[in-house]
Each structure stands twice: as structure tokens, then as C-alpha cells.
């Protein structure tokens, strides 16, 4: 039957709007009066436009930067506003939104050209199927008009197809437990096409999007907010690049991270004991086996049942300053596992549950979070029942970010920011919000508290390893893809995870080298089988090309467990790793400068290629380098060149593009392009960042054909060839 179609169900208690009403433009603010409420309407900045409409107080999370930056712009715009008849012109710079009434629609154009409008999805009546705009007390839907195969990308780290056209996503943080669906650690609520426009919803309440999604409407675009506000911004630019730098114009950028998270991580869930993992760190040097920062993770470091309040398990870690001292002594940073609960056992839960520390139930009470329902709440010791530390309290969250202290004191590195996920939507704040805003917006005061304490007390540069984040959570790096599955679907999901975060303005991405899990084999609470070793070759050399490299898993990672060849195989890859570290600091730069990741998907590299598109699993490592990893066993790998001549670096030969080509690969290499015009700044093959000069250690550059393209590195910019010091080798590949 037509009325038990999906699209139905999902606008059951929506209603349409289907008038506005001009009531004055002041300031650049044009105000419209519905029956929802007053709709404002402002430029907030070149080839911007906002729609807003506040129905409820909501506390500001921070998400935007520099809020009143962006209202001095939009009251110097110069937004005009013409009514004629039921047709509403609204104008600035190349932009005019056209709002038709009754019911209400709009038509959105750039320099004359309609760039968005509403859905044209009409039922066999000829009436709209999809309401254009609606709402009801608490939510809002949107439904737009897609033109036949235009892809749309963004929308957080997804790890299905990057272009999102055909699914439904869920902006909603999720304890995804893996990379085999559509739920996800970190949601952004921004999408954009190709064609020139991007939406963002500066919200932090969950959004479903229908990107073209066939069970609501093929040939629309369909958004569900879960907010009584409506805050929308409609972003507009000539390339992905441009895009991606309006967008963090708005949510803000990248802090730069320390030279050495850029070596080579270590870890396993989890280390059990000090002498394990001394162990580990010999070993690693004395095999000559790059590396710089080792990871306590959950359960290593800690009492299991009592976590997390900060403190060392005294049984295993006795002396805690003189481990860290030990590691220190050996070049080696150390992580350290965290999360933002606390066990109910725990000695200091009934003193923060007293001082309101942490989130409370609908009546007043000390919520108690729990992994598995009573009477099993407690068969886990490491996950006990806990209190969720509550962020909105200005105490709750200056003792969290205080309690870091001693630990950077001692010589401790980085914190590596686990889960943040789990609050309900019944939840309430101290600053009176619920779980239905604060569950997403939780990731990134829980990010921001612990970044602040890595500038408070660590060595000044501020950093967090962390997994879970929303809209404005890419200005405190770093962010790795959480727990993926080890094996060969595994690791493409990972790639296109790490792609779809940085096409939502994420600059920073790694994964799990192996995966995280295996199979079942101890009849433990994770699966922890060993990955195949060419699967762990072949993950380590994608991973290797990314902006961070780490090895962590339920079972070992470390090379030596995978045999002598797996060994030597890594110890290549990871010198070549350490060389990079110019290169990636420049990449870094860009990134804090203009919002563009490290990896580029190839329709943000190349987006006048459309043939390149769908590759989805090659990227741009910066600017210079073409990646295409192996993603199946046999060696055989299948990538597209763009148009231009591009430098095989194993083979020393140049290959002409556009072209399609398939390649077998020996296990010691994946296919990697250096791309004509562009440079390649090198440094040493070195055991740790502790052997670089201060600042910039510059080696060598390597040059793809006549420079066309410069690069910025830390103190330096090469433009030309002439610009490469006198010190520092030049090797011109022609």
C-alpha cells in the first residue's frame, strides 16, 4: 500500500510549513515569522548563508569558532530582502534565496546557477511527497532535491562507500565496536557535493540523513533533526578543498601535533605487566625496529575493577615515576589508556557523586552507567558499573583535566582517550541539558578537557590519541578508527573510515595495524586470534602512509610474532616511515592553515577527474604522493593515475595518466606515485625522533619533474629547487 511506505512513517507527526511572513532585516539579519517560530536569516561570511530558528535555550558547546567574528560579518554582508507577491528574493554577494509559499519551498542560487532547491518528489496526485520544511515541537525535517548521480560526501568517519549517496546515516556517536557497519565513533553533520554546496547543522543533537536514500526518496536528500533549534548553514565553493576550509572557517582547525607522534606507535590490549612490556621495548631496539611511543592500554596500568580515577595498579607498577623514567631513558614516549567513567567501587565515587561530579537521572540521582543488565552488571571486573563524569560542571571538569597533572609531571606523553559514547538520552547535565544534545557534544568537551591538560602540564604541545569525536573535535588531534576487524575487509573499511573523516574536515587518521580483533579462540570477552601475516604486512604499509602509525590488537602486533620476513618487511617500511616525518609536517601545516587532511580521497585531489572517484581506497598522501594499497591477498591491486605523468618510486620510472592499471605487487611493496610538479622533503631513516636535529631535520628532497607547486615545511619553504638548503641533497627525477 501506498501509505505504509517508510517516507510515511518518518514524517508521521511533522508538520509542514507553509508560509513566512518578512518581518524586518536588521544588522544583516532578516527575521520571517512561521508558525514554528521567527526564522532569521544572515551571511555570516563569503558565499555563506544561515537559517536559524532558536525555539529553546541550549547551552553553546563551542562547536563554532569565533561566534562573534561570524556576527560581524553577516551585519556587513549587505543581504538584501525583496517580497513580491508569495515569492520571497533574499540576496547577497553571487547568492539569492527564493522562498515560494504555501507550501513553503526554497531555490538556492550561486552566480545564477541553482545549486539547491526542495524536493520535487511528487506522489501520482501531483502533490509534494516530502514535506520541504517541517517540524514539531522538538524536531525539524528537511528534504532537498537530487539531481540524478550527484554523489554527496562528508558526514563524519563512515566506512561504506565514501560518496553517501544511497544510504542512511545516523549522526550519533556509537560505541561501534568494530568497522562493519554504518554506526561510527565520530559523525559530523556536514555534507557537500562536488557540484559546489555543502550543509552543515551546527547542532549537537542527532541527525539522520537520507542521502538519496531509495526507501524515502531516490531523488532527495532528506534530513531528520532531533532539535528543537534549527541552525543551518548552507556553505558554498569552487573546488572540495575550498570547501573543507569554509567548513573549518567555521568549526576551527588543527593544533599541530608533536614531531615525535608522527614514529611509530606501539600497543596491545593490553600489555599485563612492567616487565611485558620493558620487554617489548628492548626488544623493538635491540632488533633495530623503529619506534616512539608505547601504550598502556585499558586494563594494564589500573586496578580493573576501581577505574578509572587515575591511579597506577601498586602491584604491578610499584614505582610508577622510575617506569616512566626507564622508558624515558630509552627514547621511548608513553601513552597512557583513559576513559571518562568511574566504578561505583571505586573509593572516590561516593565524594564526586556528593560534589555532583557526574551525570545525573531524570530524578536527581547519581546515574549509574552499566554494560550488561542486572543481575550480570557485575561479571565483567574491568567494566563495572560507573558514573559518568559530567563535563558541563566547571568543577567536574577542572578536576578531571587537574588529575592529569601528575602524570605529565612524571614524564608521561599523551593520554589515549577511550569510549565517550555511552550517555543515554535521559541523561541530564549540570548545566540542565539531556542526553538528546549532550551525547555528542560529551566527545568533544571530553577531547578539549584532556587536550587542555597536554598544554597544562605535558610538554606544551597539546595532543590526545583519541577515538570517538563531533563537528569541531578536529582541532584537538589526534584520532585513530577505533576497533576494526583484522582481516582484508577489515583494513579497506579502515581506509575508507580515515577517507570520510577527512572529507568531513577531520585532518589527522590512523588504524589498528593487524586490526583490533580476530577470532574467538580463548572464550574471552574479545576475539583474539592472530591476523594472517600478509594481512598485517599489508595493513602496516597503509597505515605507514598515513599521518599515524600505530600497532595495536587484542594479540600481539609487534613484527617479530609474523616471522623473520614479516620482521624485515616492517623494519623497510618504518625506516621509510621515519623519512617522511618532514614531508608529514608540512602536510601538517597545510592542514592547520586551510582545514585539507593528510590523506586526500581522490574527489578531493582530484575533483575534476570524476573517473577517479570511485577508487576509494588510493589517496593522496599530501600533496606529492599517491597511494593504493593492497586490500586483498595475491598481491593484486587495481588504481587509477590521474591525468599527468606520475613517478613509480620502487621502479624509478615514470607512468603517463589518465589510465587504469593493475598490478601484482611483491609483498615488500604497494603501489606509491610521486605526482609531478610537487616535492618530497625527506629526512634520516633514524630508530626514534630523539636522533632528529631540533625543529627541521631536512636529508634530502626529492623532486617529481620541474616544481610547480611549493611546500611549506617548519622554518622553510621551498618554491623552487634553489630554495633547498645547500646542506641538504636534491634529487631531481625527470
Known amino acids: 500500500m501506498l501509505f505504509d511506505q517508510e517516507i510515511n512513517q518518518l514524517q508521521e507527526g511533522f508538520s509542514r510549513l507553509n508560509w513566512l511572513e518578512f518581518n524586518g532585516l536588521e544588522n544583516g539579519l532578516a527575521r520571517f515569522d512561521t508558525a514554528f517560530g521567527t526564522l532569521e536569516v544572515s551571511a555570516p561570511g563569503e558565499n555563506l548563508l544561515r537559517l536559524r530558528c532558536l525555539r529553546a535555550p541550549a547551552p553553546d558547546y563551542g562547536i563554532l569558532t569565533g561566534a562573534e567574528s561570524i556576527d560581524r560579518a553577516a551585519a556587513e554582508s549587505g543581504l538584501e530582502v525583496q517580497t513580491e507577491g508569495g515569492q520571497i528574493r533574499i ?33 501520482i496526485r501531483g502533490d509534494l511527497r516530502l514535506h520541504p520544511l517541517a517540524a514539531d515541537d522538538e524536531r525539524w525535517l528537511l528534504s532537498l532535491a537530487m539531481p540524478s548521480e550527484e554523489p554527496v560526501y562528508g558526514l563524519g568517519e ?77 556553505l558554498f565553493a569552487d573546488s572540495p578543498a575550498e570547501m573543507l576550509t569554509r567548513y573549518t572557517a567555521l568549526t576551527g582547525r588543527t593544533a599541530l601535533p608533536p614531531r615525535w607522534s608522527y614514529g611509530a606507535w606501539f600497543s596491545r590490549a593490553y600489555y599485563k605487566t612492567a616487565d611485558e612490556i620493558m620487554d617489548v621495548a628492548r626488544q623493538l631496539r635491540e632488533r633495530r625496529i623503529p619506534a616512539d611511543v608505547l601504550t598502556l592500554d585499558g586494563r594494564a596500568w589500573h586496578k580493573f575493577e576501581t577505574r578509572f580515577d587515575f591511579s597506577w595498579d601498586p602491584d604491578r607498577y610499584p614505582d610508577p615515576a622510575g617506569f616512566v623514567r626507564t622508558l624515558r631513558q630509552m627514547n621511548y614516549r608513553l601513552c597512557l589508556w583513559e576513559y571518562s567513567y568511574m566504578s561505583d567501587l571505586n573509593p572516590l565515587f561516593a565524594e564526586l557523586a556528593e560534589k555532583g561530579y557526574f551525570l545525573k537521572d531524570k530524578d536527581g540521582q547519581t546515574y549509574i552507567y552499566r554494560w550488561l543488565p542486572p543481575p550480570n552488571d557485575r561479571l565483567i571486573p574491568h567494566l563495572q558499573p560507573s558514573g559518568l563524569l559530567d563535563f558541563t560542571n566547571p568543577e567536574a571538569y577542572a578536576w578531571f583535566r587537574d588529575m592529569h597533572r601528575s602524570l605529565f609531571e612524571i614524564g608521561v606523553s599523551v593520554m589515549k582517550t577511550d569510549y565517550g559514547e555511552a550517555l543515554p538520552e535521559d541523561v541530564v547535565g549540570h548545566n540542565g541539558d539531556t542526553g538528546k544534545r549532550l551525547h555528542n557534544a560529551y566527545t568533544l568537551l571530553y577531547n578539549r578537557c584532556v587536550f587542555e591538560a597536554s598544554q597544562l602540564y605535558g610538554d606544551g604541545e597539546g595532543i590526545v590519541w583519541g577515538r570517538s569525536a563531533w563537528a569541531g573535535g578536529q582541532r584537538y588531534p589526534v584520532h585513530w578508527g577505533g576497533d576494526p576487524q583484522g582481516d582484508w575487509d577489515g583494513l579497506a573499511a579502515s581506509i575508507r573510515g580515515g577517507l570520510s573523516w577527512g572529507l568531513s574536515g577531520g585532518p589527522f587518521y590512523t588504524h589498528d595495524i593487524g586490526g583490533f580483533y580476530g577470532p574467538q579462540e580463548s572464550g574471552g570477552l574479545l576475539g583474539s586470534g592472530m591476523p594472517e601475516t600478509e594481512v598485517y604486512i599489508r595493513w602496516a604499509q597503509a597505515a605507514v602512509m598515513c599521518s599515524h602509525t600505530r600497532f595495536h590488537g587484542t594479540s600481539p602486533r609487534e613484527p617479530w610474532y609474523f616471522g623473520e620476513q614479516a620482521e624485515q618487511i616492517i623494519r623497510k617500511w618504518l625506516a621509510w616511515r621515519y623519512q617522511l616525518i618532514p614531508y608529514l ?123 610547480r607547486n611549493g611546500i611549506q615545511l617548519p622554518g622553510l619553504v621551498l618554491n623552487r629547487l634553489e630554495d633547498v638548503p645547500e646542506s641538504v641533497k636534491v634529487v631531481s627525477y625527470r
Open 91 to 123: 540576496s547577497v554577494g553571487g547568492l539569492e534565496l527564493v522562498f515560494e509559499q504555501d507550501p513553503l519551498r526554497f531555490r538556492l542560487y550561486r552566480a545564477g546557477e541553482l545549486m539547491l532547491e526542495s524536493s520535487t518528489d511528487r506522489t
Open 158 to 234: 563512515k566506512f561504506g562507500g565514501l560518496n553517501k549517496r544511497g544510504q542512511k546515516i545516523e549522526n550519533w556517536n556509537r560505541d561501534a565496536t568494530g568497522v562493519n557497519a554504518e554506526i561510527s565513533y565520530k559523525n559530523v553533520p556536514f555534507a557537500w557535493s562536488p557540484r559546489g554546496w555543502g550543509l552543515f547543522l551546527h547542532t549537537a543533537a542527532r541527525v539522520t540523513h537520507g542521502v538519496g536514500y531509495s526507501p524515502w526518496s531516490h531523488r532527495s536528500y532528506v534530513l531528520k533533526l532531533d532539535d528543537p533549534n534549527l541552525d543551518l548553514f548552507f
Open 585 to 707: 609536517q608540512a602536510c601538517a601545516l597545510e592542514a592547520a592553515q586551510t582545514g585539507l587532511p593528510v590523506m586526500r580521497s581522490m574527489v578531493l585531489a582530484f575533483p575534476d577527474e570524476p573517473l577517479a572517484w570511485g577508487f576509494e581506497h588510493q589517496y593522496m598522501l599530501g600533496p606529492s604522493l599517491l597511494v593504493a594499497p593492497v586490500i586483498q591477498p595475491g598481491g593484486k591491486v587495481r588504481f587509477y593515475l590521474p591525468a599527468g605523468r606520475w613517478f613509480d618510486i620502487w621502479n624509478g620510472v615514470w607512468e603517463q595518466g589518465p589510465g587504469l592499471f593493475e598490478r601484482e605487487m611483491p609483498l615488500d611493496q604497494i603501489p606509491i606515485f610521486g605526482r609531478e610538479g610537487t616535492l618530497l622533503p625527506l629526512g634520516p631513516a633514524v630508530q626514534h625522533t630523539g636522533e632528529l636535529k631540533a625543529g627541521l631535520d631536512l636529508e634530502q628532497v626529492w623532486a617529481f619533474g620541474t616544481p
